[in-house]
């Protein structure tokens, strides 16, 4: 079983940066892809960005260079870093974590941005 615990939400102006942080506990597979995935107030969940193992990013085309994806294998742990944020950044963000036996999701994390 894998868990997922996030962390770095918060509430911070238009403009300013904030990084989120997920990290997975248990039964990892050193072979699987980190995704982050948000949902608006009154919204559906949307992607945002992708990793895989081999360190290949993707982005939507909403947070195309403001947003960075990154991972740590040696601690488990996948990274948004979310710069020039915009009020309609705000959204509960959530990591999931692929493998080849499981998917598995975090808790989520609110991320508020005010004008």
């Known amino acids: 079983q894998v868990q997922l615990g996030e962390s770095g939400g918060g509430l911070v102006q238009a403009g300013g940066s904030l990084r989120l942080s997920c990290a997975a506990s248990?039964?990892?597979?050193?072979?699987?892809?980190w995704g982050w995935y948000r949902q608006p107030p009154g919204k559906q969940r949307e992607w945002v960005a992708g990793?895989?193992?081999?360190?290949?990013?993707n982005y939507a085309d909403s947070v195309k260079g403001r947003f960075t994806i990154s991972r740590d294998n040696a601690k488990n742990t996948c990274y948004l870093q979310m710069n020039s944020l915009k009020p309609e950044d705000t959204a509960v963000y959530y990591c999931?974590?692929?493998?080849?036996?499981?998917?598995?999701w975090g808790q989520g994390t609110q991320v508020t941005v005010s004008a």
């Open positions: 999931k974590h692929t493998s080849a036996v499981r998917t598995d």
């Open positions: 248990g039964s990892t597979s050193s072979i699987n892809t």
């Open positions: 990793i895989g193992s081999g360190g290949f990013t």
